[in-house]
C-alpha cells in the first residue's frame, strides 16, 4: 500500500505483538506516573508525608519530588505521564486489536517517545550524580519509555516503504537493543551508589 497507509512490513498482523508491548510498557507507566503524581500532591498538602516508595536513603521518592527536577516544565513530571502513556496505550491497543494505522502514527509515537528517552536520560543523569537518589516509580517510568521508544521506532522504521536491513536486523534483535540500553543506566547506578549496595549483601 501507498501513501499515508501501512506497508507490508508493518502489516496488522505483524504489528499485533507491537501493539501488546505498547500497552503493557504504556499501562505501566501509567501506573506509576499516577502513584507519583498522588504522592505529589500529599506531599505538597503534608510536608511531613512520607510516600510508601521511600525505601532507604538511596530509593527514595520523596527525596526526588522535592527537587527542581521534578518539576523542570513548571509542573510535576509525572504528569507528562499521565499525557503521553495513555496515547501509547490507546496506539498499542489498535495495534493489537489489528486496526491498520498510517505510518505517520507510528512515525509520531516514534518521534514523542525519542523525546522521553531523552528526557529519561536527562532525568537518570540528575537523581544519579545530582540528587543523588533514585525514585523507584521514576525507574518504573524510565523502563517503561526505553521499552516503548525501542518498539516504536524499530517498528516506523521498518514500515517504511524502502525499510533495509538495517531496520528489519535491529527489528529481530530488539530484545538485545533494549537490554542493552537498560544496562547503562543500570551499570552507572550500581557504580553511583556501590557503597551503599554493599551494605545490603
Avoid: K
Wanted: charged letters at 10%; hydrophobic letters at 60%.
Amino acid at each position: 500500500m501507498t501513501g499515508g497507509t501501512a506497508t507490508p512490513d508493518a502489516s496488522p498482523a505483524r504489528l499485533r505483538g507491537t501493539g501488546a508491548v505498547l500497552v503493557l510498557t504504556g499501562a505501566a507507566g501509567l501506573v506509576a506516573a499516577l502513584a507519583l503524581t498522588v504522592d505529589r500532591f500529599r506531599l505538597l498538602a503534608d510536608p511531613a508525608y512520607e510516600p510508601a516508595c521511600d525505601l532507604s536513603p538511596v530509593l527514595s521518592c520523596g527525596s526526588v519530588m522535592v527537587t527542581e527536577q521534578a518539576a523542570v516544565l513548571g509542573f510535576p513530571n509525572s504528569l507528562v505521564g499521565l499525557v503521553a502513556f495513555p496515547v501509547v496505550v490507546t496506539v498499542g491497543m489498535l495495534l493489537a486489536a489489528g486496526v491498520t494505522l498510517p505510518r505517520w502514527v507510528l512515525g509520531g509515537l516514534a518521534a514523542g517517545s525519542l523525546l522521553g528517552a531523552a528526557f529519561v536520560h536527562w532525568l537518570a543523569f540528575q537523581s544519579l550524580y545530582r540528587i543523588g537518589a533514585l525514585c523507584p516509580w521514576c525507574l518504573v517510568v524510565w523502563v517503561a519509555v526505553l521499552t516503548a521508544c525501542t518498539w516504536s521506532v524499530l517498528a516506523a522504521a521498518r514500515s517504511r516503504p524502502r525499510a533495509g536491513r538495517l531496520a528489519e536486523g535491529l527489528w529481530r534483535w530488539r530484545a538485545v537493543v533494549l537490554a542493552a540500553w537498560l544496562l547503562v543506566p543500570a551499570v552507572a547506578a550500581l557504580e553511583r551508589f556501590w557503597d551503599y549496595w554493599r551494605t545490603l549483601a
